[in-house]
């Protein structure tokens, strides 16, 4: 598998973005997809995940009820829905793939070069 995130930007507090992951290669349907944020000079943040089947989802208590993480297993793409955005929001975000359902980002072994995400007004 191959992941590829898109969708970043510059965006104003309060305001929403949407983030895709697309995959290549095969299988993607046997892998859960997680979502991470990296900010300069503190650890990786767990965000999201969602399961193989995309009939769980799993949330990180700084971004629940704003953001919905969800996917497509025909169109080989997952996405980050984020709304409601906040300053503290700002990072790279990582998509990245695991065998197994995990909130941990040690489980997943296929990352995506990420995208960055500025929320300033």
């Known amino acids: 598998l191959q992941l590829v995130e898109s969708g970043g930007s510059l965006v104003q507090p309060g305001g929403s973005l949407r983030l895709s992951c697309k995959v290549s290669?095969?299988?993607?349907?046997?892998?859960?997809i997680g979502w991470f944020r990296q900010v300069p000079g503190k650890d990786r943040e767990r965000i999201a995940a969602?399961?193989?089947?995309?009939?769980?989802?799993d949330y990180a208590n700084s971004v629940k009820g704003r953001f919905t993480i969800s996917r497509d297993n025909a169109a080989n793409t997952a996405w980050l829905q984020m709304d409601m955005l906040k300053p503290e929001d700002t990072g790279r975000y990582y998509c990245?793939?695991?065998?197994?359902?995990?909130?941990?980002?040690?489980?997943?072994?296929?990352w995506g070069p990420g995208t960055e995400v500025s929320v300033s007004s």
């Open positions: 990245a793939a695991s065998r197994w359902f995990s909130r941990e980002d040690y489980d997943y072994d296929i």
């Open positions: 290669g095969t299988l993607f349907y046997e892998f859960a």
């Open positions: 969602i399961n193989s089947d995309g009939d769980y989802q």
